[in-house]
């Protein structure tokens, strides 16, 4: 079983995350009457964008947790929308339920690309599109990921394996969505990140990003967090483009999938 996304407190990514969601939602021109699915909502960022707009949504997760804070924003905003546990793998919608799936940075999670795909084409219409983002393996916040996965793997003793799936290359994703009849188109994004300063923003990351806890407590056992924690915050101190405060940019992509 892949990592619980529910531990820790996700909600403070998903908030960063938020503008990504609103972009999509609007580039995706979701309208009222759409069916609407978002694989990996997390706390339903973007499903809720698309309720808001009239449209039949549901959010499908692993991490039952965070369905349950998607169910609560849900009934706090006073839209409709639907939460299910799932997997990109195995969607719980029917075959061609949906005229717009989108996920925002959590079909890139998917252990088996091409099972992914092959699902998330199933439940998609004739006429229907799938949007996705990727982040583009590059910049302050993605070294320090890479900083954090190396010491980790290094740690377990994981021997290095192939390179993940290129999801932000419009190659790859062509290959593996025309099979299903789907063409692709990807646009570059950024994303800005702020915080009061470097050392801050990896505090908050350790403390609440499921991701870093899951690795935080092994390098802790072993003595190599700090020197880990050091060599992560040089990477953001240099990239920092702000001298009062802390701001980086990632960069990433919006995918769009349409049948051909
Ligand atoms: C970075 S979060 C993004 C959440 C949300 N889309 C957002 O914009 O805030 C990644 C999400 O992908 C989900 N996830 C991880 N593996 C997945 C998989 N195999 N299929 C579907 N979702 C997955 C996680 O549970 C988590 O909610």
Aim: glycine share 10%; charged share 20%.
């Amino acid at each position: 079983m892949g990592l619980d996304w529910g531990v820790g407190r996700y909600e403070t990514t998903a908030e960063e995350l938020s503008p990504v969601a609103a972009a999509v939602v609007e580039r995706a021109a979701i309208s009222s009457g759409d069916r609407v699915v978002d694989v990996g909502c997390g706390t339903g960022n973007a499903a809720l964008l698309a309720a808001q707009r009239g449209a039949q949504t549901t959010g499908v997760d692993p991490a039952a947790r965070l369905l349950e804070v998607a169910r609560s924003r849900a009934a706090e905003s006073g839209v409709t929308a639907t939460f299910v546990q799932g997997d990109a793998a195995s969607i719980p919608v029917a075959t061609a339920g949906a005229d717009v799936v989108l996920s925002i940075f959590a079909v890139i999670f998917a252990p088996d690309p091409g099972a992914a795909a092959a699902e998330m084409a199933r439940v998609t219409a004739p006429g229907g599109r799938i949007l996705l983002t990727a982040w583009i393996p590059e910049g302050a916040i993605q070294d320090c990921v890479g900083i954090f996965q190396k010491a980790v793997a290094a740690a377990i003793g994981r021997p290095a394996g192939p390179p993940p799936f290129a999801w932000h290359e419009q190659s790859a994703l062509a290959s593996l969505f025309a099979p299903h009849g789907f063409s692709v188109a990807v646009e570059p994004e950024e994303l800005v990140i702020t915080a009061s300063s470097a050392r801050e923003y990896l505090a908050i990351q350790g403390r609440d990003h499921p991701m870093s806890i899951a690795g935080r407590a092994l390098l802790e056992s072993r003595g190599e967090a700090e020197g880990v924690g050091g060599r992560a915050l040089a990477v953001l101190e240099a990239a920092n483009e702000d001298p009062t405060a802390f701001r980086v940019t990632s960069r990433y992509v919006v995918a769009t999938a349409t049948r051909a």
